[in-house]
């Protein structure tokens, strides 16, 4: 009878969503992705009791699983003799069955279903396939819990869980749009996603990956074809399938910018291939043979998406145009291509969907990736599922962790992304979710993303709802230490809002539009209102950069913190550029049409530009100083590729409040009764040169 309390309770308290799963008076934190059954009872293992028992028939996969969970305890975990009781048993029941592979269907005894137990006699994790069993082994190193004296343990509890979804993936911008991602950084990004259960890592590629014959193609920045052979083998061990996301048909620019192939394109140096060139035909298939030697997934993303001459054309020929076929021949000739090596094609359905037409015509057998980024347009994604349901086309949804163009990642934004289109895709019957991260404004640092990114990887496995208003502080006692966790939950809270106050006032591309000019008309009239925005925005990243300053101090090595740091330092930066725009132009207007001299020296020297302490120069040393810290961030995670172009505008915003500093200065010092001054947007134009 209290067993069966127990279950009762325990079942209430998952479904309600409560932060803690209680057992009389023990509380247990809440997994992510949170088990589909899970029963806790009276009693504990102390971790450094435990032996490892034998594991029957073990393959490389069964000792790697077995290693993951000595490196995640902490702990040797010795071979069980001398009738040590207190084992670690792993047991496969069947074939390895690593990767997921088409046509899976999740359930209670699927390939990557398990049964952890923990009682007196020890642990037991069991499963069909190598990957339910490493899955339990994640699942049994989020549950280490401590005593009063600090001592590592193990409560007593079974728990039966399964995905929701068989296919989880997370499409990784690898140095297409953007900077281009270090061999290391792409490891630990399979490490991270592992561990929340991920299975796909979907490589996004548009000519970043070498392809033998073509030596001109971004000589200094792609990946080498045994640097892929290498994360392939990185992944599969962790049950992670590298799918080759690369795009077949537009995206291509980087391709047709080379003179040498710049025929092979729509117009001269554009970016889709052009459907009626043999020429390109043969590149096509000449790039499919060595993508489907070098990956061996059985799934491939051919791309299709956002062909804009396509979509220009189409508009206004109608379905059945010229355009339109050419894109149902494109993409069934390379469909044929990769479906003749066995693989399983997917391709982006923006553009299936909007014409109609062409879902009725895709070809057979392939799987559709219907994107959105934004569930406030169309919070039920009808436009587009609604037309791939109907034909009953297999389809994954495709969610996006907002950061491509932001100084921060809009969090919120992303979790509602996530938790709408994946509710939307169970009404359409989605195959799977895949979560993507893009580098478009060629700025943002992709370590920000993580929680993203782990947001992601838990819905799509776990069968309840995600708890948003939670998960940062179930992340962070799941990614960091105890020291350190409740710092960084705080501060990822206070950044998200940081983040969404700087949208409000300068706009939703932060990252962007920190970079644009303030003293123009149109800057000053859009920021009329907003002034308190802009003050919570600069709050709220200074309360983060309390926090995160606290983790540097407590534990200096921590992942990503460096990343995190810059983040909240821009948004401070971003926030006081625009606070002191705002200032200057009221300190402006205020000077009388006839000033004199005194009045222009009280108005300018002291707050305006002053060369030890005003506005210029506030806003010239924190370019300065973050300049460093921004490019060690990026060197954490990215190759120098593109990094000039990313300092460029650190170094372009410096010389432009240098020059307007420049400028005040000569008025103030030049300034005669009688003189007309200059007007806001000339004083501070690049081009503006004080003759006087």
């Known amino acids: ?43 504990w293992v102390n971790i450094r009791q435990l032996c490892a028992a034998p594991i ?66 020890g642990v037991v994790i069991r499963a069909r396939s190598s990957a339910g069993v490493y899955y339990g082994v994640q699942t049994l190193l989020q549950m280490v819990e401590r005593d009063e004296n600090g001592n590592a343990r193990l409560p007593y509890v079974t728990v039966h869980d399964w995905p929701e979804l ?23 990004q399979i490490d991270f996603l592992a561990k929340w259960k991920d299975n796909q890592y979907f490589f996004y590629s548009e000519g970043n990956i070498e392809m033998r014959g073509y030596p001109l193609l971004n000589p200094n920045a792609r990946f080498t074809q045994q640097q892929i052979r290498e994360i392939v083998a990185y992944a599969r061990q962790r049950h992670v399938d590298v799918v080759p996301a ?37 590149v096509l298939q000449d790039w499919s043979n060595q993508l489907s030697e070098l990956f061996p997934s059985k799934f491939v993303d051919i791309g299709f998406d956002e062909t ?16 339109v076929q050419l894109f149902i021949q494109q993409l069934t000739f390379v469909t044929n291509l990769f479906q003749a090596k066995g693989k399983t094609v997917m391709a ?29 347009d169309d919070a039920a994604y009808k436009q587009w599922l609604e037309p791939l349901a109907a034909e009953g086309v297999p389809h994954i949804v495709t969610s996006g962790v907002t950061s491509w163009d932001q100084i921060a990642p809009d969090f919120t934004l992303s979790f509602e992304n996530i938790d709408t289109f994946r509710a939307a895709g169970k009404r359409s019957h989605s195959i799977g979710l895949l979560n993507t991260l893009w580098t478009d404004s ?67 591309g932060t990252i962007l539009q920190m970079w644009k000019d303030p003293f123009t008309k149109s800057s000053l009239d859009s920021m009329k209102g907003k002034g308190e925005d802009l003050h919570q925005a600069r709050l709220k990243a200074e309360d983060a950069l309390e926090h995160f300053y606290a983790v540097k101090k407590m534990a200096p090595n921590t992942p990503q913190i460096d990343s995190f740091v810059v983040a909240a330092q821009m948004i401070d930066m971003a926030g006081m550029k625009f606070q002191y725009a705002n200032e200057i132009a009221e300190t402006w207007a205020s000077i009388p049409a006839h000033a004199t001299r005194e009045q222009l020296l009280d108005a300018i020297f002291q707050g305006v ?84």
């Open 166 to 188: 068989a296919y989880r993936g997370t499409l990784m911008d690898a140095g297409s749009e953007g900077p281009m991602l270090t061999f290391d950084e792409v490891e630990r």
């Open 246 to 282: 690369v795009e077949m048909y537009g995206h291509l620019h980087d391709l047709f910018r080379i003179e040498k192939y710049s025929d092979l394109a729509d117009f001269p140096h554009g970016g889709e291939f052009n459907p009626n060139s043999e020429k390109a035909r043969a």
């Open 348 to 376: 982006y359905a923006d553009i299936m969907v909007k014409f109609p037409g062409i879902v009725q015509r895709l070809p057979k057998g392939l799987i559709a990736l219907p994107w959105w980024y934004d569930p406030i």
């Open 56 to 121: 029957p028939h073990a393959a490389t996969e069964d000792e790697f699983a077995l290693k993951t969970l000595k490196d995640g305890l902490h702990v040797s975990l010795p071979s069980c003799a001398g009738g040590k009781a207190v084992a670690v048993r792993l047991e496969r029941a069947g074939a390895i069955d690593a990767l997921p592979v088409p046509n899976e269907i999740p359930g209670p005894e699927s390939r990557e279903a398990y049964r952890l137990n923990i009682g007196s006699d």
């Open 442 to 508: 060629g700025q943002n640092l992709l370590q920000l993303a993580w929680p993203g990114m782990a947001y992601g990887a838990a819905a799509a496995w776990q069968h309840a709802p995600m708890q948003p208003k939670t998960f940062f502080a179930d992340y962070s006692r799941i990614q960091y230490s105890p020291q350190t966790a409740e710092h960084f939950s705080s501060a990822l809270e206070d950044l998200d809002v940081a983040e969404r106050s700087l949208q409000r006032s300068i706009g939703n």
């Open 308 to 323: 804009w001459s396509l979509q220009k054309n189409a508009e206004h020929a109608g379905a059945n145009s010229t355009p």
């Open 1 to 43: 009878m209290k067993l069966f309390a127990a279950r009762i309770l325990t079942f209430a308290l998952l479904a309600s969503g409560c932060s803690v799963v209680m057992l009389g008076q023990v509380k247990h934190p809440r997994l992510l992705p949170q088990p589909r059954e899970i029963q806790y009872a009276d009693g």
């Open 609 to 692: 530009s002053n060369d030890t302490h005003s506005r210029c120069m506030d806003i010239m040393d924190a370019l300065t100083e973050m300049r460093g810290s921004y490019r060690e961030a990026w060197l954490q995670q990215y190759t120098p590729y593109r990094l000039g172009t990313a300092l460029g505008r650190w170094d372009a915003e410096y010389l432009f409040w240098e020059h307007a500093r420049a400028n005040f200065e000569r008025v103030r010092t030049r300034f005669k009764a009688g003189d007309t001054l200059p007007t806001l947007q000339e004083i501070t134009s690049p081009g503006y040169v004080d003759e006087r």
